[in-house]
């Protein structure tokens, strides 16, 4: 009796949780969809007086439409259905990208073997005759089933890789790789995002499909599948294909060709390509095959509640007692077989599509416990994922100046494993942009991102070159600089600074040093002579904050202490030409103004507006208007801040990405590639985990300006520092030389003393334990 009760509470707990959301099923095909729905209609005609059932089965069933199976995995990790029934390889994707997990597998044997997972062997298969030499296979043509599937994918192409048919001549483009080791292929998802960002794959992967409309290429491809790539192969389109060994066995079986698809395939014609080169007869796949393959999986959300999962698990063993090959209502359906025709179509068409919803080899379902994506697949899976994941270039290292900066790169790190993008990157810590830019040239590290006033520096005094750079929307690679007060300082201009505050983003900078220095001798606030310029600037402003003005790497003197007085930073962080100071910066420049440090600030276009009106989360922005303050221009007006057109101080090429001049083409096309693939991921600064273009609410501008919108390749003929930054620019640069008596071609004053590195690193590793 106790034991009657206890079902009794189980069934009820399972019927409400069926109660609370509908179960959606996606499917990628018309026929697959067709079976979907006569499942449905079998599923509520069977609940109909049965009360058990009702409370196993879910109410509310749906059959979600997709045209392939990436759509449905982002579809399920958003939460517009829930189920699909993935190959082994595909489902270890959806784990990676899509936060999914598998909660059934296939089985293919009448009863479990202990202790041992269901599987199949990856095989490749040619028609008989055809001669084909392992190190000529350029000239072959192939039918793939699907970019990612286990069978038809990672392991031969693993295979190949490792046996040096195919060579990766680039990171992160392993279809670019295969598409040179073939003619003419189908490569079904071949054009999704994930395996082509940049829209540039080859047209020649997609060339022997023949999907319609939205199906062209995408796995739901005629040519798609482990059955539509047998039958691109039989159907004389292509000359090799990548199958599960049990995929030739089902298409030439007596019950497929002896129905209304007019189809008729014999086992006799076609032989089995070992990676020997050797061809066998079709049924010796136990001794001529690419691997051991896991059996498909039933995957879902891994955030579904665990009640939630226990009951798509029992619902989907449900079915199988139902229209199992032993179950009671298998004469009215069949779980595991794909029909030519449904009751419920009403176009009563005639489906041509095997493996619709499961394999039609499948026996049987099994709960796969405590199984992850991961551990399913296997180490030899994970070892041929490593071989096409083989990257021609060493770790690359980003040289960074903060300890938040190198948070930050650490955090990209993980993101950029997370998407498995190579070749792998490394995070050094060298404590300012000079001691970086040695490394670089010393090949200590590989890169940085640099503002313009430094790559200047970098490329007169190390020969570093540009290699890509950042763009703030209009795709013009710069920005202006422009003078921003607050709207009831009224009486202020860019012609009567005597007195004033000043708030300057940092020496060295254009938009903090170049740009403002060229405007004050313009406008003749002081008139500046040999050595002057530091003495000039403190007698003009009563006090201001410009970080790193006390550097004696730009400073000799270390004088006027007025140029650092308005800066907000405490202890070793004042004045730090770096995040340290929180007035670091564009915005760092900004919120000195917001925040009272000063009456000037001298910024880029798009600050005022990027650090207003809610755009900002951080505490000092919140509640600030945009409409309280007002350009500087220099006529003598003052306009609102999105009339920078009309009114800034100069333009500045934006922040560059730099190298080595010694790096080959290769090296750069790689560093830029890792970069490209990295931002097609990252640049958004709303979804993900990880933003590439935004630095949080305690920091700004770390490692790249948070204003950027993406990273721009620049062009070769203008990767070296004078083309980049162009002769106007750099003409303001060299006319401040004389007055600032630093040598721009000496690295003598560059590095600080022992103790002030000593003391900066003590700083930055007493903030990470903080």
Same mark, same amino acid.
């Given at each position: 009796?106790?034991?009657?009760?206890?079902?009794?509470?189980?069934?009820?707990?399972?019927?409400?949780?069926?109660?609370?959301?509908?179960?959606?099923?996606?499917?990628?095909?018309?026929?697959?969809?067709?079976?979907?729905?006569?499942?449905?209609?079998?599923?509520?005609?069977?609940?109909?007086?049965?009360?058990?059932?009702?409370?196993?089965?879910?109410?509310?069933?749906?059959?979600?439409?997709?045209?392939?199976?990436?759509?449905?995995?982002?579809?399920?990790?958003?939460?517009?259905? *829930?189920?699909?029934?993935?190959?082994?390889?595909?489902?270890?994707?959806?784990? %990676?990208?899509?936060?999914?997990?598998?909660?059934?597998?296939?089985?293919?044997?009448?009863?479990?073997?202990?202790?041992?997972?269901?599987?199949?062997?990856?095989?490749?298969?040619?028609?008989?005759?055809?001669?084909?030499?392992?190190?000529?296979?350029? =000239?072959?043509?192939?039918?793939?089933?699907?970019?990612?599937?286990?069978?038809?994918?990672?392991?031969?192409?693993?295979?190949?890789?490792?046996?040096?048919?195919?060579?990766?001549?680039?990171?992160?483009?392993?279809?670019?790789?295969?598409?040179?080791?073939?003619?003419?292929?189908?490569?079904?998802?071949?054009?999704?995002?994930?395996?082509?960002?940049?829209?540039?794959?080859?047209?020649?992967?997609?060339?022997?499909?023949?999907?319609?409309?939205?199906?062209?290429?995408?796995?739901?491809?005629?040519?798609?599948?482990?059955?539509?790539?047998?039958?691109?192969?039989?159907?004389?389109?292509?000359?090799?294909?990548?199958?599960?060994?049990?995929?030739?066995?089902?298409?030439?079986?007596?019950?497929?060709?002896?129905?209304?698809?007019?189809?008729?395939?014999?086992?006799?014609?076609?032989?089995?390509?070992?990676?020997?080169?050797?061809?066998?007869?079709?049924?010796?796949?136990?001794?001529?095959?690419?691997?051991?393959?896991?059996?498909?999986?039933?995957?879902?959300?891994?955030?579904?509640?665990?009640?939630?999962?226990?009951?798509?698990?029992?619902?989907?063993?449900?079915?199988?007692?139902?229209?199992?090959?032993?179950?009671?209502?298998?004469?009215?359906?069949?779980?595991?077989?794909?029909?030519?025709?449904?009751?419920? *179509?009403?176009?009563?068409?005639?489906?041509?599509?095997?493996?619709?919803?499961?394999?039609?080899?499948?026996?049987?379902?099994?709960?796969?416990?405590?199984?992850?994506?991961?551990?399913?697949?296997?180490?030899?899976?994970?070892?041929?994922?490593?071989?096409?994941?083989?990257?021609?270039?060493?770790?690359?290292?980003?040289?960074?100046?903060?300890?938040?900066?190198?948070?930050?790169?650490?955090?990209?790190?993980?993101?950029?494993?997370?998407?498995?993008?190579?070749?792998?990157?490394?995070?050094?810590?060298?404590?300012?942009?000079?001691?970086?830019?040695?490394?670089?040239?010393?090949?200590?590290? *590989?890169?940085?991102?640099?503002?313009?006033?430094?790559?200047?520096?970098?490329?007169?005094?190390?020969?570093?070159?540009?290699?890509?750079?950042?763009?703030?929307?209009?795709?013009?690679?710069?920005?202006?600089?422009?003078?921003?007060?607050? =709207?009831?300082?009224?009486?202020?201009?860019?012609?009567?600074?005597?007195?004033?505050?000043?708030?300057?983003?940092?020496?060295?900078?254009?938009?903090?040093?170049?740009?403002?220095?060229?405007?004050?001798?313009?406008?003749?606030?002081?008139?500046?002579?040999?050595?002057?310029?530091?003495?000039?600037?403190?007698?003009?402003?009563?006090?201001?904050?410009?970080?790193?003005?006390?550097?004696?790497?730009?400073?000799? =003197?270390?004088?006027?202490?007025?140029?650092?007085?308005?800066?907000?930073?405490?202890?070793?962080?004042?004045?730090?030409?770096?995040?340290?100071?929180?007035?670091?910066?564009?915005?760092?420049?900004?919120?000195?103004?917001?925040?009272?440090?000063?009456?000037?600030?001298?910024?880029?276009?798009?600050?005022?507006?990027?650090?207003?009106?809610?755009?900002?989360?951080?505490?000092?922005?919140?509640?600030? %208007?945009?409409?309280?303050?007002?350009?500087?221009? =220099?006529?003598?007006? %003052?306009?609102?801040?999105?009339?920078?057109?009309?009114?800034?101080?100069?333009?500045?090429?934006?922040?560059?990405?730099?190298?080595?001049?010694?790096? /080959?083409?290769?090296?750069?096309?790689?560093?830029?590639?890792?970069?490209?693939?990295?931002?097609?991921?990252?640049?958004?600064?709303? *979804?993900?985990?990880?933003?590439?273009?935004?630095?949080?609410?305690?920091?700004?501008?770390?490692?790249?300006?948070?204003?950027?919108?993406?990273?721009?390749?620049?062009?070769?003929?203008?990767?070296?520092?004078?083309?980049?930054?162009?002769?106007?620019?750099?003409?303001?640069?060299?006319?401040?030389?004389?007055?600032?008596?630093?040598?721009?071609? /000496?690295?003598?004053?560059?590095?600080?003393?022992?103790?002030?590195?000593?003391?900066?690193?003590?700083?930055?590793?007493?903030?990470?334990?903080?």
């Amino acid at each position: 009796m106790a034991r009657l009760i206890q079902i009794f509470l189980v069934v009820c707990f399972l019927g409400s949780t069926h109660a609370a959301r509908s179960t959606r099923w996606c499917v990628t095909s018309t026929d697959e969809e067709i079976k979907c729905n006569e499942l449905k209609a079998q599923m509520k005609t069977a609940i109909e007086g049965n009360n058990t059932l009702s409370k196993l089965l879910p109410q509310e069933f749906e059959c979600i439409r997709s045209y392939d199976v990436f759509t449905c995995m982002e579809m399920i990790e958003s939460d517009q259905a *829930d189920l699909i029934n993935l190959d082994s390889g595909l489902g270890y994707f959806a784990g %990676r990208q899509h936060n999914m997990m598998p909660i059934m597998a296939e089985s293919y044997a009448t009863a479990p073997v202990a202790s041992q997972r269901p599987t199949y062997y990856a095989v490749a298969m040619v028609k008989v005759g055809e001669d084909v030499k392992m190190e000529e296979l350029n =000239k072959k043509t192939v039918c793939f089933s699907g970019i990612g599937m286990g069978a038809g994918w990672v392991y031969p192409v693993g295979t190949l890789l490792k046996q040096n048919y195919i060579s990766v001549v680039s990171c992160n483009s392993i279809v670019k790789a295969v598409s040179i080791a073939f003619s003419e292929m189908c490569l079904p998802g071949a054009l999704t995002s994930f395996y082509n960002p940049f829209g540039n794959n080859p047209t020649s992967v997609c060339k022997l499909c023949t999907g319609q409309n939205e199906e062209f290429c995408t796995t739901s491809d005629r040519y798609g599948g482990y059955d539509g790539a047998f039958k691109c192969v039989a159907d004389g389109n292509g000359q090799i294909t990548f199958l599960r060994h049990d995929t030739i066995e089902l298409m030439t079986s007596p019950e497929y060709n002896n129905n209304k698809t007019g189809t008729g395939y014999s086992a006799d014609n076609f032989r089995l390509l070992c990676p020997d080169g050797s061809q066998v007869a079709v049924t010796e796949y136990a001794t001529c095959n690419f691997g051991e393959v896991a059996a498909n999986v039933m995957m879902t959300s891994a955030v579904r509640e665990q009640d939630v999962v226990k009951g798509y698990k029992d619902f989907l063993l449900t079915l199988q007692e139902l229209f199992g090959p032993e179950g009671r209502l298998k004469s009215n359906f069949q779980l595991f077989k794909s029909e030519v025709q449904y009751p419920t *179509d009403l176009f009563r068409q005639t489906l041509t599509r095997r493996n619709l919803l499961f394999s039609d080899t499948t026996k049987r379902l099994q709960d796969m416990g405590q199984e992850t994506y991961y551990s399913w697949v296997g180490e030899k899976f994970s070892s041929y994922l490593n071989e096409m994941n083989r990257c021609p270039s060493e770790v690359i290292r980003w040289c960074v100046v903060s300890m938040a900066e190198k948070l930050k790169c650490e955090d990209m790190i993980m993101a950029f494993k997370a998407k498995e993008l190579q070749p792998e990157m490394d995070c050094l810590y060298g404590g300012n942009t000079s001691n970086c830019m040695e490394m670089i040239w010393r090949g200590d590290a *590989d890169l940085i991102n640099l503002d313009a006033g430094d790559i200047y520096i970098a490329g007169r005094r190390y020969g570093l070159v540009p290699l890509a750079a950042e763009d703030y929307g209009d795709m013009k690679m710069k920005f202006k600089v422009v003078a921003a007060a607050r =709207k009831t300082d009224k009486s202020t201009t860019l012609f009567n600074m005597k007195g004033k505050r000043s708030c300057q983003p940092g020496i060295g900078r254009g938009d903090g040093w170049i740009i403002p220095l060229n405007i004050y001798i313009e406008t003749e606030q002081f008139l500046p002579s040999d050595c002057t310029i530091f003495r000039n600037i403190g007698e003009l402003f009563s006090r201001s904050c410009i970080p790193g003005a006390l550097d004696l790497e730009y400073n000799p =003197k270390g004088r006027p202490i007025n140029l650092c007085e308005g800066c907000a930073a405490g202890g070793y962080r004042k004045c730090q030409r770096n995040s340290e100071e929180q007035y670091y910066g564009a915005t760092g420049s900004f919120r000195c103004l917001v925040e009272n440090g000063g009456d000037v600030a001298f910024v880029r276009h798009l600050t005022v507006r990027d650090n207003t009106d809610g755009r900002n989360h951080a505490i000092w922005a919140r509640n600030r %208007r945009s409409d309280d303050y007002e350009l500087l221009c =220099k006529d003598g007006r %003052r306009l609102n801040v999105d009339r920078f057109n009309e009114c800034h101080l100069g333009e500045v090429p934006s922040n560059a990405i730099v190298t080595s001049a010694s790096k /080959s083409a290769a090296q750069k096309e790689i560093m830029w590639n890792v970069l490209n693939y990295g931002q097609q991921f990252f640049s958004s600064d709303i *979804d993900g985990d990880f933003h590439m273009f935004d630095s949080g609410l305690w920091y700004s501008d770390l490692i790249f300006n948070d204003a950027a919108v993406r990273l721009m390749k620049i062009s070769d003929h203008k990767q070296n520092y004078r083309d980049w930054l162009g002769e106007s620019f750099i003409a303001q640069i060299e006319n401040l030389h004389r007055y600032t008596c630093v040598n721009p071609d /000496s690295a003598s004053a560059l590095s600080p003393s022992l103790t002030s590195l000593a003391l900066a690193t003590f700083g930055t590793l007493l903030l990470a334990f903080l």
